[in-house]
């Protein structure tokens, strides 16, 4: 399984604000050459009418523990969205991993490949 880099966070963390920029690896950008191993040749997904989730579980588990709604940046069509960690999110330590998923406004769902992993360590309270 492939994952993006590690994002460390701490038991009770609702910050920082994760930004996706979510881009086709089938199409090329406009005015580039598309290279399927260089992502800044990828156009933009356009997310107008759909929805971003991200949702999160415990590496080794198949159970869901948290379903995350992003907020879809202006021009949806530049493939943008932008989340925040409600409260209760990081309820205990471990390792943790997440999938990025776009449903369309036509109900079709679209999952990224790589998963994103977290670490989230106990705090100090």
């Known amino acids: 399984m ?26 090329a950008a406009s005015g580039a050459t598309l290279d399927v191993e260089d ?13 971003v989730k991200l ?3 415990k590496v080794g588990s198949s159970t869901v523990l948290s379903t995350i709604t992003a907020s879809v940046s202006s021009p949806a069509s530049a493939g943008v969205c932008a989340l ?6 990081w309820t205990a330590a471990g390792t943790y991993e997440g999938e990025i998923e776009f449903t369309k406004s036509d109900g079709n769902i679209q999952t990224v490949q790589d998963l994103i992993k977290f670490k989230v360590r106990d705090d100090f309270d």
């Open 2 to 27: 492939a994952y993006s880099d590690t994002i460390k966070l701490v038991v009770g963390d609702t910050l920082p604000e994760l930004t996706f920029n979510l881009k086709d690896s089938n199409t």
């Open 84 to 89: 925040v960690f409600p409260s209760g999110t």
């Open 39 to 51: 992502s800044s040749t990828w156009a933009p997904i356009d997310l107008s009418g759909g929805s």
């Open 55 to 57: 949702r999160i579980r």
